[in-house]
Structures are given as structure tokens and as C-alpha cells.
């Protein structure tokens, strides 16, 4: 079974993982609404990160900032300066594209080339595009009232360093986590999640003390490889790769990206840099605030060295669901199977009843409303019972509960396994406790 970008688009529509932005209009280029199912796995995602992250951490707080920063946090940080790509336009076919990418893209005219490759093309010199989209607060458009869509979490974090410090009594080693859509004017998105313009990002800034920095960098490497695992994701599927120097931003004295095995090859779900003390640095120059933490014990003050793992929530969940999905064969048909961890599945089980008589719809009905106190689930009465467990495999959905003619008289049901299709009967008063084991029980493919 070969995993294609194609099917994994498909299935995503046909079932409501995705659609793209403003279809009925024709849609806008790399912009993707998540539907009904869809959003329930990108909800999965993010708490499965703010668990691990925040809540099950005594040593990392969580904050939310606004999209719309003071514009001096951009010159501070090198945003304005240095947050650009090199682009090139073809004065032939009018399509454009990143300088340094030449090599991976196709000549619109002759898709078997590259551009500039065929003889037509005719390429402008590369000149520098800076990612950062504008916008202008009020009602007077000048450049006096420009200000930026972030194009990072991570600096709301780094101008908040000393409210957390002085609201939470923190001392480092200690985290800053965010959660937040961030904006991007990428000369060339595509592949689906993999890179749009606006997107989510799960950033967290950890501040150490100078001289910690490199044993925590390894740390948290370790760390955010495993967590993909935990979470379903094959380990032969992943890898660290470290950067070169000439990769490294502006900021980083090393980085090192947890890179998936995505249909269209090796490409980076989440970057780990050391950000040294860059942006505390800068932003105390900036603000005229002193950043500085004063260490009581030491009787010193110092700019905390900064470790950031910064995931992507699009692209994590674009990797979950690459990963998840299977195929097999059912009545000479070939059909999708989503065989995700159920802690990040959408829908965590669905009632059925076998027939639609005899009290079983109610009954069902009845074990739906419980079980929806505690899980997402889902109610199904259309079709065949093997027709119904098909349509909750492609959204990866892993227990089947059905009531059936035994379910009237005895209170139990069957429980049937997504991945095994095990079936086991339970009274239904247990339900609860066991579907919640079996979430919650370690589970790697
Ligand atoms: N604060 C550091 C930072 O933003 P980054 O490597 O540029 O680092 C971190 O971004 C993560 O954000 C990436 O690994 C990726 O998962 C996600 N990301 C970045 N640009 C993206 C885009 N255009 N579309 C989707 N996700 C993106």
C-alpha cells in the first residue's frame, strides 16, 4: 500500500477532515477550512501538546498573546530586516518563485522542467521578499499605523518574560508555552497543510541558565521526538536532523528539526533551536526594559538562554493523519482505514443499533447521550452494521458499540476494536470506565 498526497486529499474532503477556504468561489490558494471530523483531530493535537507541555509539567505556564504586536517587537527580533525569502519572477509566464528552490520547483510552461531550465523562460535577478504580512491599525492607511499578523508565537512570549516572572514567581530552568495562529506571505506554499500562509504553531521557550543551555537542547530533542511516538506516529517514520551552520537563523547557535517521512519526502514537522539569549538581549535594548533575571543565590543578573521547540499544529496533524492511514480489503473493495492512536482520534466510538425496531434505536439512542457526557462519539442507524463500521474506520474512529437483541434483555453490549476487530460484550453500566482504559492505554503501531 503506497500512501499518496492525493489520496490522503481526498478522503480528507470526502469525510470532512478539510475543505479548502472560499470553495464555492473558486478557493483561495493554500487556505484550508477543517470540518466536522477534521477539527476534532486538530483539537486532539493541540491537547495532547498542551498536556505534555503544560499541564503534566511543574516547570512550564502557558500564556495566549494577541496576533497584533507593537511594530517594534518586529525590528527587535529581525523580523523586519532579515525575514525574507529571495524571489524570482518569470517575466514569460508570470508565475514566481523562491531563488533558492529552483532546483525542487517546475517551470509552468514545461512542467518536466525546471524554471528557468526552458528555453522561453525569462527570470528576473532574485531580490529579497520579506514574509511578514501588513496591515494597518485604524482607519488611516500610512505607514505610521503599519503593523504586522505575527508571524511567530514565540516573541508574545519573550515581551511577557517579565510579567510571568513577576505573576508567577518562576526562576529558570522553567517554560512559556503558546498555542496561536501565525501568519506567513509564503512565496511558495503547498502540499496541502504542509506549508500555508496562515497557520497554527505550538512554540515553547524554555529559559535556562547559561552554560545549561547545550544539556538542555539535547533534552529537549529527546523529548519532542518521543512525543510523536507516544501519540501513534511509527518511529521508522521520523528522525532528528541537525542543521548545517549556514541553515541556522539569525538567532540560533544550533537547531535541529524532527523531520517526517511525509508522502512527498523528508520534511521538517518541528524545529528545536538554542536561541542563546538573542531575543531577551534584543528586546531590552529595544524597550529599555532591563530583561535581565536576577539570580537571589548567585547575588547576579543575567539574560537567560532561551531552548525552543516549535511544532506546527497544521503540520503535525497533516503527519498524524499520513501516518494513520491504511488500506484493506473488504468484499473485493479496497477501502480507507485511519488506524489513529485514540487519544487523537476524532470520534472516540459509535453507537449502533443491529435493527432498527425492537427498542434498539432507543436503547442505542440511550448509550449514545451517556457515553456523550465523557467522549466525542457518534450515533449511526443507516445501512448495513458492516456498511456502518466502514464509514467510522475511514474516520479512524477505534470501538464500535452495538446493541443488539441480547442488549433488551441482559444490558450488555458488544465492543468492537477498530484495529483487532476484536469483539468483546460488556455491560453496559461498565462502558464508560472501560472505553476511558482503552483510550488511555499506551498503544504504538
Ligand atoms: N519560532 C520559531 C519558528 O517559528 P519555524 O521553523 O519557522 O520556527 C516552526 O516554524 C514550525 O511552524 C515549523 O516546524 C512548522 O511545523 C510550522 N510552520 C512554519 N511555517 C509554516 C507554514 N507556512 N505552514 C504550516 N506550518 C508552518
Redesign the pocket.
Given at each position: 500500500m503506497t500512501v499518496t498526497m492525493e489520496k490522503i486529499v481526498n478522503l480528507a474532503k470526502r469525510r470532512g477532515f478539510t475543505f479548502q477556504s472560499s470553495e464555492i468561489y473558486g478557493g483561495l490558494a493554500s487556505c484550508w477550512d477543517y470540518g466536522p471530523v477534521g477539527i476534532e483531530l486538530k483539537r486532539n493535537v493541540r491537547e495532547a501538546w498542551w498536556r505534555e507541555m503544560v499541564q503534566k509539567r511543574p516547570d512550564i505556564v502557558g500564556i495566549d498573546c494577541a496576533i497584533l504586536m507593537h511594530p517594534r517587537v518586529w525590528e527587535a527580533s529581525g523580523h523586519v530586516e532579515g525575514f525574507t525569502d529571495p524571489l524570482v519572477d518569470c517575466r514569460e509566464c508570470k508565475a514566481r518563485f523562491r531563488a533558492d528552490q529552483l532546483d525542487a520547483a517546475q517551470c509552468p510552461m514545461k512542467p518536466s522542467m525546471h524554471p528557468g531550465q526552458f528555453e522561453k523562460c525569462n527570470l528576473t535577478e532574485a531580490r529579497q521578499f520579506n514574509l511578514m504580512f501588513k496591515t494597518f491599525m485604524g482607519p488611516v492607511e500610512d505607514s505610521a499605523n503599519v503593523v504586522f499578523m505575527r508571524?511567530?508565537?514565540?516573541q508574545g512570549i519573550f515581551v511577557n518574560f517579565l510579567n510571568i516572572l513577576n505573576s508567577s514567581r518562576r526562576k529558570p530552568p522553567f517554560g512559556i508555552a503558546q498555542i496561536g495562529k501565525?501568519f506567513?506571505n509564503?512565496i511558495t506554499?503547498g502540499n496541502f497543510?504542509?506549508?500555508?500562509?496562515e497557520?497554527e504553531?505550538m512554540?515553547m521557550e524554555f529559559f535556562v541558565k547559561p552554560g545549561e543551555d547545550e544539556h538542555w537542547f539535547e533534552y529537549w530533542k529527546n523529548e519532542r521526538l518521543s512525543w510523536y511516538v507516544k501519540y501513534g506516529i511509527r518511529s521508522e517514520n521520523l528522525r532528528l536532523r541537525a542543521h548545517a551552520d549556514d541553515e541556522l537563523?539569525h538567532y540560533a547557535k544550533g537547531c535541529a528539526?524532527v523531520e517526517y517521512h511525509f508522502p512527498f519526502g523528508w520534511s521538517?514537522?518541528?524545529?528545536i533551536?538554542n536561541r542563546t539569549d538573542f531575543d531577551l538581549r534584543r528586546h531590552s535594548e529595544y524597550s529599555g526594559k532591563d530583561l535581565r533575571y536576577f539570580d537571589e543565590e548567585a547575588r547576579e543578573h543575567y539574560f537567560p538562554y532561551v531552548i525552543?521547540p516549535?511544532?506546527?499544529a497544521?503540520?503535525?496533524t497533516l503527519a498524524f493523519l499520513v501516518d494513520a492511514y491504511d488500506e484493506d480489503e473488504a468484499e473485493g473493495e479496497t477501502r480507507a482505514v485511519l488506524r489513529f492512536h485514540p487519544k487523537l482520534a476524532p470520534v472516540k466510538a459509535a453507537v449502533f443499533p443491529l435493527l432498527r425496531k425492537d427498542g434498539q434505536p432507543e436503547k442505542a439512542l440511550k448509550v449514545y447521550e451517556m457515553l456523550g457526557e465523557h467522549f466525542t462519539v457518534q450515533y449511526d442507524q443507516a445501512g448495513s452494521i458492516g456498511r456502518r463500521y466502514r464509514r467510522q474506520d475511514e474516520i479512524g474512529t477505534p470501538f464500535g458499540i452495538t446493541v443488539d437483541h441480547q442488549t433488551m434483555s441482559d444490558d450488555t453490549v458488544t465492543l468492537r476494536d477498530r484495529d483487532s476487530m476484536e469483539q468483546v460484550r460488556l455491560p453496559i453500566d461498565r462502558l464508560v470506565d472501560d472505553l476511558r482504559n482503552r483510550i488511555e492505554a499506551p498503544r504504538q503501531r
Open positions: 508571524p511567530e508565537t514565540a501565525s506567513r509564503e506554499p497543510l504542509f506549508r500555508t500562509r497557520f504553531q512554540e537563523a528539526d521538517e514537522l518541528e524545529g533551536a525552543e516549535a511544532a506546527g497544521d503540520r503535525a
